[in-house]
């Protein structure tokens, strides 16, 4: 019902082949040891195959786009923004299941419900940009691996979304240059809240062959791209990453997150 308080909820979307439910599962579990208050852990699926008890399964919305079209621009995540999808009024975070959850999101939560609009990652800038910011446009725009609004309030994502063809999206390569440019009242988290692994965690050629990574400060780490969590779990003298950085250990912070939650 309007104006009522409603439980948060986190949302994650499951389709297709790229993340198993044992990646949905760990955020579930960790979330669950993590966070203070109640919520509701929802995945948005059309294949709830191996969930783990206690998620709470709601059917993929239906939307105009071929399948063979989903994948390249993760189209799909625009349904979470589809109304009666959730109460209105209810806070909603939208997690991508690759990532790490470093403590309590409640604050995440406190933000969207006091500050109406949509919340969203300010995309992290590249080592170059990092290093010589006057040699580059650093105006980054905007990435939808954590995203928070409240319900009702960003419809007109999923208005202009739904029915959309194929070349239409295309011309906005992906789902978060999309939610960028139609955000109703955009704000970025806080500075330091949500983490790149590769671009604000991992050291870069050659300082990676001899420091550790070092667990961070902040809420979640993602790991868009590579390497995945379970990468920096596995055996010693297993590459992992890009060919800027890169690792043949586990990293241990990442390690103890995923004996603990994966299984």
Not at 28 to 54: H, I, K
Request: with cysteine; charged share 20%.
């Amino acid at each position: 019902m309007t104006g009522t308080v409603q439980l948060p909820v986190f949302a994650t979307f499951k389709w297709g082949k790229g993340y198993p439910a044992d990646y949905t599962n760990t955020l579930f579990r960790a979330l669950r040891d993590l966070n203070a208050r109640p919520f509701r852990f929802v995945s948005v699926t059309d294949d709830p195959d191996g969930l783990a008890e206690g998620i709470e399964v709601i059917p993929l919305p239906a939307f105009r786009l071929e399948r063979e079209n989903w994948n390249g621009g993760k189209w799909p995540k625009l349904s979470i923004f589809a109304p009666g999808l959730f109460s209105v009024g209810t806070p909603v975070i939208l997690m991508d299941v690759d990532v790490v959850v470093l403590g309590d999101l409640m604050p995440m939560i406190d933000r969207i419900t006091e500050t109406p609009g949509l919340h969203i990652i300010h995309n992290w800038p590249n080592a170059p940009e990092q290093w010589f910011p006057k040699l580059f446009n650093t105006n980054k725009r905007s990435n939808s691996s954590v995203v928070g609004f409240v319900a009702g309030q960003q419809d007109d994502i999923w208005n202009a979304f739904h029915e959309a063809e194929f070349a239409a999206l295309d011309r906005e390569r992906n789902d978060q240059e999309f939610i960028h440019n139609r955000a109703n009242n955009r704000f970025y988290w806080p500075d330091g809240w949500v983490l790149s692994f590769k671009k604000n965690v991992a050291w870069h050629f050659p300082l990676n062959l001899f420091l550790s990574i070092s667990r961070p400060e902040g809420l979640i780490v993602c790991f868009h791209g590579k390497p995945d969590p379970h990468d920096l779990a596995g055996p010693p003298f297993r590459f992992w990453g890009t060919k800027g950085k890169f690792g043949f250990f586990p990293v241990r912070w990442v390690k103890e997150y995923w004996l603990k939650y994966a299984s």
